[in-house]
Protein backbone atom coordinates (compact mmCIF):
# COMPACT_ATOMS: atom_id res chain seq x y z
CA UNK A 1 0.00 0.00 0.00
CA UNK A 2 1.31 3.49 -0.79
CA UNK A 3 2.25 5.87 2.20
CA UNK A 4 -0.02 8.21 3.34
CA UNK A 5 1.35 12.08 3.96
CA UNK A 6 4.31 14.11 2.81
CA UNK A 7 6.35 12.05 0.21
CA UNK A 8 9.73 10.94 2.18
CA UNK A 9 12.92 13.98 1.72
CA UNK A 10 11.02 15.94 -0.53
CA UNK A 11 11.59 19.15 2.85
CA UNK A 12 15.51 17.88 3.16
CA UNK A 13 16.31 17.92 -0.37
CA UNK A 14 14.81 21.35 -1.27
CA UNK A 15 16.46 22.37 2.16
CA UNK A 16 19.69 21.27 0.74
CA UNK A 17 19.56 22.26 -2.63
CA UNK A 18 19.17 25.76 -1.11
CA UNK A 19 21.90 25.65 1.21
CA UNK A 20 24.01 24.35 -1.71
CA UNK A 21 22.88 27.34 -3.54
CA UNK A 22 23.82 29.70 -1.05
CA UNK A 23 27.43 28.34 -0.67
CA UNK A 24 27.68 28.47 -4.48
CA UNK A 25 27.32 32.01 -4.44
CA UNK A 26 29.16 32.94 -1.63
CA UNK A 27 32.05 30.99 -2.84
CA UNK A 28 31.15 33.27 -6.61
CA UNK A 29 31.06 36.54 -4.69
CA UNK A 30 34.55 35.70 -2.57
CA UNK A 31 36.41 35.26 -6.10
CA UNK A 32 34.65 38.41 -7.48
CA UNK A 33 35.67 40.63 -4.38
CA UNK A 34 39.12 39.15 -3.96
CA UNK A 35 39.82 39.53 -8.00
CA UNK A 36 38.62 43.01 -7.99
CA UNK A 37 40.21 44.35 -4.77
CA UNK A 38 43.89 43.03 -6.85
CA UNK A 39 42.86 44.96 -9.52
CA UNK A 40 41.94 48.13 -7.49
CA UNK A 41 46.04 47.15 -5.85
CA UNK A 42 47.72 46.47 -9.25
CA UNK A 43 45.98 49.68 -10.59
CA UNK A 44 47.07 52.09 -7.58
CA UNK A 45 50.55 50.74 -7.83
CA UNK A 46 51.04 51.26 -11.26
CA UNK A 47 49.90 54.70 -11.06
CA UNK A 48 52.17 55.38 -8.10
CA UNK A 49 55.45 53.68 -10.46
CA UNK A 50 53.89 56.59 -13.47
CA UNK A 51 54.46 59.62 -10.97
Known sequence: ????GKAKNTVNKA?????MK???NKVRLE????????KAIIKKVNEQKTS
Open 15 to 19: KHTRL
Open 22 to 24: QKE
Open 31 to 38: KQRNKERL
Open 1 to 4: MAKK
